[in-house]
């Protein structure tokens, strides 16, 4: 019987029966270039908008002719508006329940324009939508690009989308990496479902299409014996990790054939050095007690 052993890289979740959920009903702008505006509290008095402002529901925004407008939330995630774009925040519920755990339900209606927005997984509770006047978008956790001209554009590059038409989910269609669809004024048939081409990806910018297959990786895995100890022998392992975001906390776990565990060690790749190609090197042992059955793969899994 083949018998291997496993390494993953797992995201580390911190429990705490006592956190008590907080509500973060807001989001904050980001960043500008050029000239937006704000509406608070669905108002039509339009008035210039500044960095670190707090966005709410109810709240209007816009921005002009080669301006951008980007708002935060507290996970991290953003929406991005191009030039000549106009949104309203139609609800905008964050509440955290657990460290890095929140549930979201974040109502958007975009008269006309163009957005980019990078909306992160979370829990199963969260509803995020982007209405249009022709189509609604439900997110499931992805990195999309929503365009609202004669017609309704979605492309998305990394993550899930569903999209409908405005009439209802009769014509519901799930967009997966790397797929445009378009919700037409004029015909009431099928979206036209395609794979995005080179052309489609330059409303992405850079950083977000460096996000895209760029999980973590092992790209070079040594084991070596380095100690005989009454437990068993100790081995050396060294491993090269590329693709390793900055703060990510994470185990490394060493498993056996049959699916029990070996060891883990604890990993935080902002105190691990990293050389010119920016890789990270991580070096560690443990012990094996059956050294002559001992055999060993490394398998990288990221979330």
């Known amino acids: 019987?083949?018998?291997?052993?496993?390494?993953?890289?797992?995201?580390?979740?911190?429990?705490?029966?006592?956190?008590?959920?907080?509500e973060k009903n807001y989001g904050f702008v980001k960043k500008?270039?050029?000239r937006s505006e704000i509406a608070k509290n669905g108002s039509e008095s339009w008035n210039s908008i500044k960095k670190t402002m707090k966005i709410e529901t109810s709240d209007k925004l816009k921005t002009g002719r080669g301006s951008e407008l980007t708002i935060e939330f507290c996970d991290k995630s953003y929406i991005t508006l191009k030039e000549n774009t106009e949104i309203r925040f139609d609800e905008l519920q964050i509440t955290e329940i657990a460290v890095d755990t929140n549930i979201r339900y974040i109502k958007i209606f975009m008269q006309y324009g163009n957005i980019n927005s990078d909306i992160k997984k979370n829990s199963a509770e969260s509803k995020i939508f982007v209405h249009t006047p022709l189509a609604i978008?439900?997110?499931?956790?992805?990195?999309?690009?929503?365009?609202?001209?004669n017609d309704a554009t979605l492309k998305v590059l990394n993550g899930i989308v569903d999209i409908y038409r405005i009439?209802?989910?009769?014509?519901?269609?799930?967009?997966?990496?790397?797929?445009?669809?378009?919700?037409?004024?004029?015909?009431?048939g099928p979206a036209a479902v395609t794979v995005c081409d080179t052309?489609?990806?330059?409303?992405?910018?850079?950083?977000?299409?460096?996000?895209?297959?760029?999980?973590?990786s092992i790209i070079s895995g040594k084991c070596k014996i380095s100690n005989e100890t009454p437990e068993g022998v100790e081995y050396d392992f060294n491993l090269v990790l590329k693709n390793i975001p900055d703060n990510l906390k994470a185990y490394i776990v060493v498993f056996d054939a049959?699916?029990?565990?070996?060891?883990?060690?604890?990993?935080n790749s902002s105190t691990i050095p990293k050389n010119e190609n920016d890789e990270v090197l991580y070096n560690s042992k443990f012990v094996v007690r059956n050294p002559e059955k001992f055999k060993y793969r490394f398998l990288v899994e990221y979330e």
Not at 8 to 21: D, E, G, H, P, R
Not at 167 to 188: H, N, P, R
Request: net charge negative.
């Open 167 to 188: 009439e209802g989910k009769d014509t519901d269609y799930k967009l997966v990496d790397m797929q445009k669809a378009v919700i037409s004024q004029t015909e009431s």
């Open 1 to 22: 019987m083949k018998i291997i052993y496993f390494l993953f890289i797992l995201l580390f979740v911190t429990v705490n029966s006592l956190f008590a959920a907080v």
């Open 258 to 267: 049959s699916g029990a565990e070996v060891d883990y060690y604890f990993l």
């Open 137 to 149: 978008c439900e997110v499931h956790g992805a990195l999309f690009n929503l365009e609202q001209k």
């Open 32 to 34: 500008i270039i050029g």
């Open 199 to 216: 052309k489609d990806l330059t409303v992405f910018t850079a950083e977000e299409k460096n996000k895209v297959g760029k999980k973590p």
